[in-house]
């Protein structure tokens, strides 16, 4: 299958230095925005080239897959991306996700390939329990710089992208009810929580995930994401929205960093003494050794390549997040699959969460 990548960033960066370590980078082109290469105008002008396209930018979900359809190409991307660089409300978010990740006449799409959305949602199919729950998607980064003359003020993935979704988006959980639900304004910068006998800030953020999970899993109730940033970028922020000053700078993405990205989802049925916790360690020290990016960044890529792993088997008509595909044995082999061959593995933890703060500060 001959690929068009669109974007050459960090997570595709990431990505084709693990292709070149299994030996599997072949019949890919990227299509570079920084070179002066538009994603779309390649796929308007070479689609006869290319049979998939991994939107690994920020380039707009719904006018990439019109193409794609247009064209009879396969597609796939790590997450939705809105037009326009305005926020746009939580229902409206909603309703353009439900909306462009429709089934497609002719051509195959996969969606949301990341760590979050992506791996994150491999956690419920593989270890939700069999009864009613809630699924606390909790995120913590420790990242901190290992070279003396990193720059002030740094983050481990795409800073403006971090700034609209914990600044400018309402504050959302997934439930029964509601694909993606706002919360109140006094939830919208977040909640300080223990983690793993740590505490962190956590913002409630907006991230279609939570509704994937809801809707794919009969037994869950209800999802929330709560995002810990490394210290640093957060209290910029925090700095910012203090003075009520917008992100005017460009604010780099470090990669040498020591400590550890770890992404996963406990699970609540709202009389558990302990909560059960399984999640990913992204290992920042090691993935900047073995891949020239931090552990962020290696997760997302990870992501990617299981989903380009399914993009072989997917049918002409389907449209896929990881938690639909892991409904589907076939699907689900081959993404557990891809993870094993990369090294991506879970590990189970009991009482990373106090439950006591959760039923305080997150159930209500």
Same mark, same amino acid.
């Given at each position: ?19 070149? &370590? ?58 939705? &991306?809105?037009?326009?660089?305005? #926020? ?85 959980? &997934? ?26 800030? #956590? ?162």
């Amino acid at each position: 299958m001959r690929k068009l990548i669109i974007g050459n960033g960090n997570v595709t960066r990431a990505f084709l230095a693990i292709l070149d &370590s299994l030996g599997e980078r072949r019949d890919i082109t990227v299509c570079d925005s920084h070179e002066g290469m538009s994603g779309e105008r390649m796929i308007r002008e070479h689609h006869d080239c290319f049979d998939a396209v991994l939107n690994l930018s920020s380039a707009p979900t719904g006018a990439l897959i019109d193409l794609c359809q247009r064209h009879g190409l396969a597609y796939l991307d790590t997450a939705y &991306s809105w037009p326009g660089d305005d #926020f746009i409300g939580v229902a409206e978010y909603a309703a353009n996700v439900r909306d462009e990740l429709r089934p497609r006449e002719g051509v195959a799409l996969l969606h949301g390939f990341g760590m979050n959305p992506g791996l994150v949602e491999v956690i419920l199919a593989l270890y939700a329990p069999k009864r009613p729950y809630f699924a606390l998607e909790v995120d913590t980064d420790t990242a901190e710089a290992a070279a003396a003359d990193a720059p002030k003020i740094w983050g481990t993935w795409c800073p403006e992208n971090h700034w609209y979704e914990t600044a400018h988006a309402s504050a959302a959980c &997934s439930m029964r009810d509601a694909f993606l639900k706002e919360l109140p304004e006094a939830l919208h910068h977040g909640r300080r929580l223990t983690a793993g006998g740590r505490e962190f800030d #956590f913002s409630v953020t907006v991230h279609d995930e939570t509704g994937y999970m809801v809707t794919n899993d009969p037994n869950c109730r209800g999802a929330v994401f709560l995002y810990a940033a490394p210290r640093v970028i957060s209290e910029y922020f925090r700095a910012l929205l203090a003075a009520g000053r917008e992100l005017e700078e460009d604010v780099p993405v470090l990669h040498d960093l020591k400590g550890e990205e770890c992404v996963g989802v406990a699970f609540y049925d709202g009389t558990d003494a302990s909560i059960r916790y399984v999640m990913n360690r992204g290992d920042h020290a090691k993935a900047f050794r073995s891949f020239g990016c931090n552990g962020t960044c290696w997760q997302v890529a990870c992501g990617v390549y299981a989903g380009m792993s399914l993009l072989e088997l997917v049918g002409k008509g389907e449209s896929l997040t990881v938690s639909s595909a892991m409904r589907i044995p076939a699907y689900r082999a081959c993404i557990l699959s891809a993870l094993e061959r990369v090294g991506f593995s879970f590990e189970t933890l009991d009482g990373y969460l106090d439950v006591s703060q959760v039923r305080r500060e997150i159930m209500p």
